[in-house]
């Protein structure tokens, strides 16, 4: 069965500083991956996903991820993050062959940034 | 445009009552999915629609629940002699068609709460 990991519940930072929220996927199988973004009070919207093509995937809001078959990672990174980007983030995967597009979601890091 | 809708944004409802909750997707999505979101628990799959029918009820966790979708557009979710461990925030998504390349998108999410 397809799992999603999210190592971290919870990433604290400061403001201006790098960020990289880990995200690890069991498929024996090809595919599909996805970061989505809950801001608080907010319902969960998409920021990047990997289809295909290039392992680098860059999103809304300055965020990016790399696809690594190798290693079935799929982390979220951006290069300074700013008090706004306070939200709770999902890695999902939806597994390749079929048509339903549901998807597994991980169980979220709560990334808190500070002043 | 609008985006997915969902009533009510709370409910309180007494152990043993049943509850219904509503979900309005983007007009003209044809692919409809019910989630369960639980502290600490990530996000949960219950059902999903492509039209009016429901192919992967795979989800649902026992036969106190229940969905339907009407007219290709709006969809309930009915739940039994709710019990405590029913609370959580349910929250809806619509696609455009269901496949890996149509993004979902979520809606606000109702907040049960079973006392």
């Known amino acids: 069965a397809q799992s999603v990991t999210q190592l971290d519940s919870q990433v604290p930072v400061f403001e201006e500083a790098p960020v990289e929220l880990r995200c690890n996927y069991s498929?024996?199988?090809?595919?599909?991956l996805f970061w989505y973004v809950q801001y608080p009070n907010q319902g969960l919207q998409l920021l990047l996903k990997?289809?295909?093509?290039?392992?680098l995937v860059k999103g809304i809001n300055g965020f990016e991820a790399e696809f690594n078959k190798s290693q079935t990672s799929f982390h979220l990174r951006k290069p300074s993050v700013h008090i706004s980007d306070t939200a709770e983030y999902f890695c999902a995967v939806s597994v390749g062959g079929g048509s339903q597009g549901n998807l597994i979601f991980g169980k979220g890091t709560k990334l808190s940034v500070k002043p | 445009g609008a985006g997915v809708s969902q009533s009510p944004s709370n409910k309180v409802t007494e152990k043993g009552k049943d509850v219904e909750l509503r979900c309005d997707p983007i007009?003209?999505?044809?692919?409809l999915y019910w989630y369960r979101q639980s502290l600490g628990q990530g996000l949960e799959f219950l059902i999903y629609?492509?039209?009016?029918?429901?192919?992967?009820k795979s989800g649902l966790p026992s036969d106190r629940f229940s969905a339907e979708r009407t007219g290709g557009s709006v969809s309930t979710l009915t739940i039994q002699r709710t019990q405590q461990e029913d609370s959580a925030v349910y929250l809806c998504?619509?696609?455009?068609?269901?496949?890996?390349?149509?993004?979902?998108?979520f809606g606000n999410g109702t907040r049960l709460t079973v006392t």
């Open positions: 007009s003209g999505h044809t692919a």
């Open positions: 629609f492509q039209g009016n029918s429901a192919p992967d």
């Open positions: 990997y289809l295909s093509g290039s392992t």
């Open positions: 498929s024996s199988v090809s595919v599909y």
């Open positions: 998504a619509s696609s455009l068609w269901g496949g890996h390349n149509s993004p979902l998108h």
